[in-house]
């Protein structure tokens, strides 16, 4: 009688983020992948109403109680020791971190717990060179500081490489350009659903809609946008502006009753969190972002997937998903004026949305498929573990 076969034991990757938010909104796709590669794969954050999807979807989840998007130092040094209690609870083959502070602390917490493989991915420096130095410095620090605890940092955005290696010395071998993807079979350009959420926005079928997709953070440009929707108002040019998006009351720059109550009283129209984005931006004419920092912003490359021309600003992250006059239109960052001015031209241009809305979709197809995300990190998982036997 043969001897029974050994279980296959799976290596266990951890992916460490503030909130399950971010696990099950951003990473959940590419978490199931590393799960048919053949990992055991174990979300880790701030445990929230989205631990029950993860849990639907066969990923456990691992509470960090003391993670919070809140900057706080004795906050974040509890955290550290919580980080480093549980990954030795859980002895996982690999950490990866994302967001910006489990990055610096999981990192950190990974090396002391004695991870074997530490991953960072950097979906966007805090801090860009041509912000001032009071705001470079501590970022650049902090980064090149955890860098150190780390194997290896995958960087979605191209410029960042060239920071990581140049300004904070990072070796170049522990550097990996990674890109960002989406899932392109999801956000396919159907516009089934545009009249229905037309609808429901309180929108006509003549109406030109201009869409703003993100949280609900002054970092996202909303005072240029509410300065914009004013200049408009003042020009005669109707066209709705819906906001589809999360408040974020845990950031110091969250947007308060008062300056929602301004926006609305402006026309602009916050319909909240959503869990159909697909028909949302169906239901669209143009994709609008007004933000001041993005590693590679993930909402413009679905509007680009969906077919919508982009306004956009002109800074690392949005330079990557918007041909400037082909795929949408860049401006300069912090001005409503020329935010204004570039979203009178394509309301009043419907010859230009369907030409760099078609333009904007095929620059996803052949630029944004989430399948070259996903095979770049497993390769650097094999990589890592065959250099740790």
């Given at each position: 009688m043969s001897a029974a076969a050994a279980p296959v034991v799976r290596p266990k990757v951890i992916h460490l983020t503030t909130t399950d938010m971010s696990l099950d909104w951003l990473l959940a796709p590419q978490l199931l992948a590393f799960q048919a590669a053949g990992y055991e794969v174990v979300g880790m954050s701030a445990a929230g109403e989205h631990v029950a999807h993860l849990a639907a979807l066969g990923i456990r989840h691992v509470d960090v109680p003391s993670l919070t998007r809140a900057v706080g130092p004795v906050a974040d040094v509890r955290a550290l020791f919580e980080l480093r209690r549980l990954l030795r609870a859980e002895h996982p083959a690999v950490l990866h971190t994302h967001n910006p502070k489990p990055g610096v602390l999981g990192r950190i917490a990974g090396r002391l717990a004695r991870v074997p493989v530490v991953v960072n991915t950097q979906h966007g420096l805090?801090?860009?060179?041509?912000?001032?130095?009071?705001?470079k410095l501590p970022v650049y620090a902090l980064e090149r500081l955890a860098a150190a605890f780390g194997h290896q940092e995958l960087v979605q955005n191209q410029e960042d490489v060239e920071t990581l290696v140049r300004t904070l010395k990072v070796p170049r071998r522990k550097v990996t350009w990674l890109g960002n993807g989406i899932d392109l079979a999801r956000f396919d350009g159907d516009r089934s659903a545009r009249a229905a959420v037309r609808t429901e926005w309180g929108v006509g079928d003549?109406?030109?809609?201009?869409?703003?997709?993100?949280?609900?953070?002054?970092?996202?440009g909303f005072a240029e946008i509410v300065g914009a929707a004013q200049l408009l108002r003042e020009r005669g040019v109707t066209a709705p502006i819906v906001v589809v998006g999360p408040a974020d009351p845990d950031k110091r720059d969250g947007l308060d009753a008062a300056a929602l109550s301004a926006a609305s009283a402006l026309g602009i129209h916050f319909v909240g969190r959503r869990s159909d984005m697909p028909q949302c931006y169906a239901a669209m004419d143009i994709f609008l972002t007004?933000?001041?920092r993005e590693g590679f912003p993930r909402a413009a490359m679905e509007a680009s997937a969906s077919g919508l021309p982009i306004i956009a600003t002109d800074i690392r992250g949005c330079r990557q998903v918007v041909d400037d006059g082909v795929t949408g239109v860049l401006v300069q960052v912090r001005d409503a004026e020329a935010l204004a001015d570039a979203t009178q031209e394509l309301v009043g241009d419907g010859e230009a949305r369907t030409r760099m809305g078609t333009a904007a979709a095929a620059k996803a197809r052949k630029e944004f498929d989430q399948q070259r995300v996903i095979d770049v990190t497993l390769a650097t998982y094999a990589h890592l573990l065959g250099a740790q036997s």
């Open positions: 805090y801090a860009q060179p041509t912000d001032r130095l009071r705001r003549d109406d030109v809609v201009i869409g703003v997709v993100g949280r609900l953070v002054r970092e996202k007004a933000t001041h």
